[in-house]
């Protein structure tokens, strides 16, 4: 398992505290970050692929901790996926509203700089970075997708309509029976939970400290929200699948194409479910895409395009509508093609042309005014050079000014 207690992870962070940023061994690359108004600590997997997006853990450290002791105590439990940490250092014990620039330096930092899914962030505190975590969460708006907080309250500046707007993502929620939070938490819980928001709560017989057996619960809890977070995109396939010949499998086709390509920090399971859901979603695109092959080589050109219009209509934005619309491009170069899709346009609109000069006529013939002012505009908004419209035109300027 990624994540698990090893000597050289903890020798990476000693290292790094000790001044040599990311020089350290078998384990993580860990780096101290300056900014205008602090600096953090953050942790990426060893050989970090910068096309992959990893889950994030952003962990505010206590009063009686520092930002590379909670990044230590993170680093050491166990983890199923591959995580990117990071843990900003407040200016004082604890946190207070003077560090929110940095916190908010931190967030467009990692932004421009980090590969994370954006889709799989936790938002996690201890004691007084518990409280800061609600208060990012709730007051700030911070771009977390889950929260974890342990031995600490809800801050009173925390209202239910804060909550009810960010009631969407999930908190993990954890203080001791023996902590000096106990009751204070119970009073959020009511809060929280009438405000909609969804809470697991841990209640271990523990005082005000820092628990691995409650941190490896909150770890194994952002596991099953990040494998939750993955099984929502594969049932949108499912329903894709199943939805019959009006729905449109190219958005279910792209994100499990996008998924795919993030082999590496997703569960192996949830990918092998999503490489037999996106052969399935191909298959008729790919039918599709034989069958316009075919007709080139019968030297049928405009079949085909229609077809491989079709599959693009279908398909976008997924691979199975590029290589549609490349075939299509690929064809309407041809000289001979283009010429016949050029008499075909041509016909196409002289057709609706006079559709719509029908209209216009059937319109009129029915005392219906409006309506054949109407087809008139569209005529000769569309099809201006067409022969019915120097009769719409005409009819047109008659009609000005007459109503039903």
């Given at each position: 398992m ?34 205008p ?7 990426t ?34 983890a199923?996926?591959p ?12 946190w207070?509203?003077?560090d929110?620039?940095l ?82 938490m119970r009073?959020g ?6 405000a909609?928001?969804?809470v ?8 005000h ?18 494998r ?41 399971d949830?990918i ?12 008729s695109?790919?039918l ?16 085909a ?14 691979s ?19 010429q ?20 216009a ?25 067409s ?18």
């Open positions: 990624f994540g698990a207690v090893t000597a050289c992870w903890l020798a990476a962070l000693g290292a790094a505290v000790a001044g040599e940023a990311g020089a350290a061994v078998d384990g993580p690359s860990i780096e101290r970050v300056e900014l108004h602090g600096f953090y600590w953050q942790a997997p060893k050989e970090m692929d910068p096309q992959t997006r990893y889950p994030l853990i952003v962990c505010l450290h206590g009063t009686e901790t520092r930002a590379s002791d909670l990044l230590e105590f993170w680093l050491s439990l166990e199923e996926l995580l990117i940490f990071v843990a900003p250092q407040g200016s004082n014990a604890g207070r509203d003077t929110l620039p916190l908010s330096e931190l967030t467009d930092r990692i932004a421009g700089t980090l590969p994370y899914d954006a889709e799989r962030v936790l938002l996690t505190g201890h004691s007084a970075g518990g409280a800061m975590t609600f208060h990012l969460l709730y007051v700030e708006g911070f771009p977390a997708t889950a929260a974890a907080v342990t031995a600490n309250y809800l801050p009173p500046t925390v209202t239910a309509e804060m909550v009810a707007r960010r009631r969407d993502v999930p908190l993990f929620y954890a203080v001791g029976e023996a902590d000096l939070n106990r009751a204070r009073q819980l009511y809060l929280l939970r009438g909609g928001a969804s697991t709560v841990q209640r271990p017989p523990i005082g400290v820092l628990s691995r057996e409650i941190g490896q619960a909150a770890m194994d809890w952002f596991a099953s929200v990040c939750d977070t993955v099984e929502r995109r594969l049932d949108e396939a499912r329903v894709a699948l199943v939805g019959g010949s009006e729905r449109y499998p190219g958005p279910a086709a792209a994100s499990l194409e996008d998924l795919l390509g993030q082999r590496r920090a997703h569960f192996p949830q092998a479910s999503a490489e037999e859901l996106l052969a399935r979603l191909r298959q695109g790919y599709a895409l034989t069958e316009a092959r075919d007709l080139m080589q019968e030297q049928m050109p405009i079949e395009r229609d077809v491989l219009l079709d599959v693009e209509r279908r398909y976008r934005p997924s199975v509508a590029a290589e549609a619309k490349r075939l299509r491009i690929e064809l309407e170069t041809r000289p001979r093609v283009a016949q899709l050029a008499a075909r346009d041509q016909a196409d609109a002289r057709r609706k042309a006079a559709d719509l000069w029908r209209a006529q059937v319109a009129l013939a029915d005392a219906r005014v409006e309506d054949a002012k109407r087809h008139c505009r569209n005529l000769l908004a569309i099809y201006p050079d022969a019915p419209a120097a009769d719409a035109r005409r009819v047109l300027r008659e009609l000005e000014g007459v109503s039903d």
